[in-house]
């Protein structure tokens, strides 16, 4: 069974660069399309981005290109760093990995590590 | 505020059938056979129950089960059971940039 977990500071102070891991565990990275979702307190979910294990990442143009997906195959990780944080970016930070050949149909995801920006 | 939209809560008794909604628009819903359908428990990571809007993964009880007309997509639970009592969160395939758009969550309560 295929298994994510987020790891990565709870607290960011605002201006700062959130960096959160992603570690794959019980399958191999190899092959799919791996996801980063938030959802900050009392909203609904948002889709930050993605990266194929070869690379090619994408992310929501709405957070204004502070955005960097990376991955590591010989580890079995991905990465979210998000740069120049505010309050606004306070979130349940998931990652998740979108099913083989479905767009936009995510079969596994982490339980979600909690990303406070405060000074 | 999310971008499809879904009742806060629903309820139903155990031996019960439910439905819960899931409203887009022609850029998602209406033009996209590409509806998801999660589980969460309060702390816990997401669960896929629906693809595609009618297919279940392996492993997933045939008491789930997915349509959709229009613009609205539908989740139906039949026989609840008490361990039903989740979150449930919709999502679907966009035109816009933003790839994918979820429900804000419904929350189920098995009386």
């Known amino acids: 069974q295929v298994q994510l977990q987020e790891s990565g500071p709870g607290l960011v102070k605002p201006s700062e660069t959130l960096s959160l891991t992603c570690t794959v565990s019980g399958g191999s990275i190899s092959g799919y399309y791996w996801i980063w979702i938030r959802q900050p307190p009392g909203k609904g979910l948002e889709w930050i981005g993605y990266i194929h294990h070869t690379g090619s990442p994408n992310s929501n143009p709405s957070l204004n290109n502070r955005v960097t997906i990376s991955v590591d195959a010989s580890r079995n990780q991905f990465f979210l760093n998000l740069s120049s944080v505010t309050a606004a970016d306070t979130a349940v930070y998931y990652c998740?990995?979108?099913?083989?050949?479905?767009?936009?149909?995510?079969?596994?995801w982490g339980q979600g590590s909690l990303v406070t920006v405060s000074s | 505020q999310s971008a499809l939209t879904q009742p806060a809560s629903v309820s139903g008794s155990p031996g019960q059938s439910i439905t819960i909604s899931c409203t887009g628009t022609n850029s998602d819903i209406g033009i996209y056979n590409y509806v998801s359908w999660y589980q969460q428990y309060p702390g816990k990571a997401p669960k896929l129950m629906i693809y595609?809007?009618?297919n279940r993964p392996s492993g997933v009880s045939n008491r789930f089960s997915g349509s959709k007309s229009g613009n609205t997509a539908s989740l139906t639970i039949s026989g609840l059971q008490a361990d039903d009592e989740a979150d449930y969160f919709c999502?679907?395939?966009?035109?816009?940039?933003?790839?994918?758009?979820f429900g804000g969550g419904t929350k189920l309560t098995v009386l």
């Open positions: 595609d809007v009618t």
């Open positions: 998740a990995r979108e099913k083989s050949g479905s767009s936009t149909v995510f079969d596994f």
């Open positions: 999502s679907s395939y966009t035109t816009t940039s933003t790839y994918v758009v």
